[in-house]
Antibody
Framework: EVQVVESGGGLVTPGGSLRLSCAVS????????MNWVRQAPGKGLEWIGI??????????AYAAPVKGRFVISRDDSKNTLYLQMNNLQTDDRGIYYC??????????WGQGMLVTVSS | DIQMTQSPSSVSASVGDRVSITCRAS??????LAWYQQKPGKAPKLLIY???SLQSGVPSRFSGSGSGTDFILTISSLQPEDFATYFC?????????FGGGTKVEIK
């Protein structure tokens, strides 16, 4: 069974930084493309970005609102995905989900991690 | 970016009802569409992928149809555990985009 567990959320002041981690087990993480998706309080889902497997180039792509501020990386030796968030703004608050990506769709999700940006 | 428009934004229905939710893409996306179910305080769950393929473990009362720009999620006989919010998602091009969601409420 695939398990996805996020950690690292919390409260940060505007302009601050935070790093989220996502530990994955139960499948071949090193071959997987992984994503981050977020959800503002009471709102819909917003894709943040993707990282390909190293065998597929390991490249990343980001949504416009976070491009240049957020960085997705991975450590295949630890089966862990990361989201480094810099220059956080109040609009960045919400629940952040780590998801697996199988044939273009998000098939396994973590429980979500709350990020609060407030002074 | 491809815009995904869901309708209705909410629907009230009773157990046993047939419920249909529509998702329209701003441009053709072939069959690269998924449907997710989200319950309060929980992560979304993949129900349907490639427009009409049922994800493993999902009850057969859920079905999806459509291609191009217009898609439908149908729940053939609504069960108590189906009261939730449903989102569509296009996978045709980046950025991946989601519909605004449809909340299925108890009538």
């Amino acid at each position: 069974e695939v398990q996805v567990v996020e950690s690292g959320g919390g409260l940060v002041t505007p302009g601050g930084s935070l790093r989220l981690s996502c530990a994955v087990s139960g499948f071949s993480f090193s071959h997987a493309w992984m994503n981050w998706v977020r959800q503002a309080p009471g709102k819909g889902l917003e894709w943040i970005g993707i990282i390909k497997s190293k065998s597929d180039g390991g490249t990343t792509a980001y949504a416009a609102p976070v491009k240049g501020r957020f960085v997705i990386s991975r450590d295949d030796s630890k089966n862990t995905l990361y989201l480094q968030m810099n220059n956080l703004q109040t609009d960045d608050r919400g629940i952040y989900y780590c998801t697996t990506y199988d044939s273009y769709f998000f098939d396994s999700w973590g429980q979500g991690m709350l990020v609060t940006v407030s002074s | 970016d491809i815009q995904m428009t869901q309708s209705p934004s909410s629907v009230s229905a009773s157990v046993g009802d047939r419920v249909s939710i529509t998702c329209r893409a701003s441009q053709g996306i072939s069959s690269l569409l998924a449907w997710y179910q989200q319950k309060p305080g929980k992560a979304p769950k993949l129900l349907i992928y490639a427009a009409s393929s049922l994800q493993s473990g999902v009850p057969s009362r859920f079905s999806g149809s459509g291609s191009g720009t217009d898609f439908i999620l149908t729940i053939s006989s609504l069960q108590p555990e189906d009261f939730a919010t449903y989102f569509c998602q296009q996978a045709y091009s980046f950025p991946v985009t989601f519909g605004g969601g449809t909340k299925v409420e108890i009538k």
